[in-house]
């Protein structure tokens, strides 16, 4: 069983950073992937960044790209997404989560194995 807690979410000026971090309990193998989802009010689920436990690059939605990065940090059981140049369009929910299958929650088709309790963020204009 995998536990996900996030923090850091709250409100931001347009142009602004903030950084959500994702602490983690269980045991994750080499075949997960971990990441953010996100969702506004009226709009569906949207997969922001995942990224796996095997090499490679992470996966970014193109509406962050070069303004999100997305790190983990095994020994403090944490995965990190900072967040810059925000804009009022990243206004949401925002969850953890992991499944132990890094294609199947990059596709975002379906219910991650593992959901967080998720962290608004707000961003003003």
């Known amino acids: 069983q995998v536990q996900l807690v996030e923090s850091g979410g709250g409100l931001v000026q347009a142009g602004g950073s903030l950084r959500l971090s994702c602490a983690w309990s269980g045991r994750i193998d080499s075949a997960y992937g971990m990441g953010w989802y996100r969702q506004a009010p009226g709009k569906e689920r949207e997969v922001v960044a995942i990224?796996?436990?095997?090499?490679?690059?992470?996966y970014y939605a193109n509406s962050v790209k070069g303004r999100f990065t997305i790190s983990k940090d095994n020994v403090k059981n944490t995965v990190y997404l900072q967040m810059n140049s925000l804009k009022p369009e990243d206004t949401a929910v925002y969850h953890c989560?992991?499944?132990?299958?890094?294609?199947?929650?990059?596709?975002?088709?379906?219910?991650?194995?593992?959901w967080g309790q998720g962290t608004q963020v707000t961003v003003s204009s």
């Open positions: 990224i796996s436990w095997r090499p490679g690059f992470p």
């Open positions: 989560a992991a499944d132990p299958s890094f294609q199947t929650i990059r596709r975002g088709t379906s219910t991650p194995a593992y």
